[in-house]
């Protein structure tokens, strides 16, 4: 029987066999065998809801610093010369948008957006 680790998540199939054993033994065997915590298995029984009902899609919890400069000059930019490195971009907007890019706080985010394009 595989031990969960702290943080991984519950599959729909633990809970269903954890339920199925809680009808035959106490809580700390059932969710031994449907290898979970106790903790855990006291936070599902009091939810009806299997655990892909419960987790809610996580959006950006911050608006996009790149959403004014991103369509309109960085990706033509990148479409003429798709070597350019996220950090000469990154330099471009400092030098052509001090207003909005005053220092490098945004640079990993534009690593990652060069990274996905």
Known sequence: MEVRLPGKPITDQQK????????????AVAAARAGMSERTARRHEKDPRKPSERQAARGRTVPDPLAGVWESELVP?????????????????????????????????????????
């Open 16 to 27: 269903a066999l954890y339920m199925r054993e809680r009808k035959h033994h106490n809580q």
């Open 77 to 117: 930019m990148l479409k003429r010369d798709p070597s350019l490195k996220p950090v000469t971009l990154m330099h471009y907007l400092m030098r052509n948008h001090p207003e909005s890019f005053p220092d490098q706080e945004v640079r990993r985010t534009l690593e990652r957006r060069v990274r996905d394009w």
